[in-house]
């Protein structure tokens, strides 16, 4: 079923629905990396930005509905506080301010996060049915954003920018803690891992596994952020030409 409570097909990991997600998901960065200047000077790059953000919003009014229409809200699991719920409300304020203080968090927490979920989703639901649609939907346009305002206003995180994101996260972390003592809920996976194999069951145990994500995590935010570190040392040892044309 289309908008059933219960899979009627099991979600596969990198089974094809899977591998065509991803596919997608690179497929269309890269477009907007090889249109990046077309996008930049037309005028409809703010459209593009906006389409982006309401496009979130239209998926988590969905994710709602479909909660709701079909019995499984619930305040331990419903709430919107998951890691990359938060990123996609920081991402929709992103898209619309062009906060670029927004985009150092938002490029780990947001692209980076979302991408390690997209190619390890806690997900039961197999593509046609909409929750597989609208998880997918989250979660890549998450990636996308903040490479959106990479590739096309040259947004750039600095050498602080992950630990940066860490401190942040790690500041709403009791919040997150406090909300899921309240609610007995889950948010974040901080109060046990998901129900689902993830990428986190490698990682050990309750509660190992989140000091060692957490190390992980500091790891992947700096690989992620190693294209931009080398492209601006690349800029700063490029050699100027003079007037006629040859390098000093």
Same mark, same amino acid.
């Given at each position: 079923?289309?908008?059933?409570?219960?899979?009627?097909? %099991?979600?596969?990991?990198?089974?094809?629905?899977?591998?065509?997600? =991803?596919?997608?998901?690179?497929?269309?960065?890269?477009?907007? /990396?090889?249109?990046?200047?077309?996008?930049? =000077?037309?005028?409809?790059?703010?459209?593009?930005?906006?389409?982006?953000?309401?496009?979130?919003?239209? @998926?988590?009014? =969905?994710? @709602?509905?479909?909660? =709701?229409?079909?019995?499984?809200?619930?305040?331990?699991?419903?709430?919107?506080?998951?890691?990359? #719920?938060?990123?996609?409300?920081?991402?929709?304020?992103? $898209?619309?301010?062009?906060?670029? @203080?927004?985009? #150092?968090?938002? /490029?780990?927490?947001?692209? *980076?996060?979302?991408?390690? *979920?997209?190619?390890?989703?806690?997900?039961?639901?197999? !593509?046609?049915?909409?929750?597989?649609?609208?998880?997918? +939907? %989250?979660?890549?346009? &998450?990636?996308?954003?903040?490479?959106? +305002?990479? !590739?096309?206003?040259?947004?750039?995180?600095?050498?602080?920018?992950? $630990?940066?994101?860490?401190?942040? +996260?790690?500041?709403?972390?009791?919040? &997150?803690?406090?909300?899921?003592?309240?609610?007995?809920?889950? /948010?974040?996976?901080?109060?046990?891992?998901? %129900?689902? @194999?993830?990428?986190?069951? &490698?990682?050990?145990?309750?509660?190992?596994?989140? $000091?060692?994500? %957490?190390?992980?995590?500091? +790891?992947?935010?700096?690989?992620? /952020?190693?294209?931009?570190?080398?492209?601006?040392?690349?800029?700063?040892?490029?050699?100027?030409?003079? #007037?006629?044309?040859?390098?000093?």
């Amino acid at each position: 079923m289309f908008w059933g409570g219960i899979p009627t097909s %099991e979600f596969k990991l990198f089974g094809l629905s899977h591998i065509i997600v =991803i596919v997608i998901v690179i497929g269309v960065a890269l477009l907007i /990396y090889r249109n990046r200047k077309r996008i930049g =000077i037309s005028k409809y790059e703010k459209h593009f930005r906006v389409i982006i953000a309401l496009l979130l919003i239209i @998926q988590s009014i =969905i994710y @709602q509905a479909w909660l =709701i229409s079909t019995g499984t809200w619930s305040i331990e699991t419903s709430l919107p506080f998951s890691i990359c #719920e938060c990123a996609a409300f920081l991402c929709i304020y992103m $898209l619309l301010t062009k906060s670029k @203080q927004v985009f #150092e968090i938002v /490029y780990f927490a947001g692209t *980076v996060i979302s991408f390690l *979920v997209v190619l390890s989703p806690a997900l039961s639901f197999n !593509f046609p049915h909409i929750r597989f649609i609208e998880f997918f +939907m %989250e979660h890549g346009l &998450i990636v996308i954003a903040p490479l959106y +305002m990479a !590739f096309v206003h040259g947004f750039r995180p600095t050498w602080k920018s992950p $630990l940066k994101t860490v401190l942040v +996260m790690n500041c709403c972390a009791p919040i &997150i803690i406090g909300l899921n003592y309240v609610t007995k809920g889950n /948010y974040w996976f901080i109060a046990n891992l998901p %129900e689902q @194999q993830t990428i986190l069951n &490698i990682f050990g145990g309750y509660p190992w596994y989140i $000091l060692v994500a %957490e190390i992980v995590g500091i +790891m992947i935010f700096y690989l992620a /952020y190693l294209p931009f570190g080398l492209t601006k040392r690349k800029d700063q040892v490029s050699p100027i030409p003079d #007037e006629k044309g040859d390098s000093r």
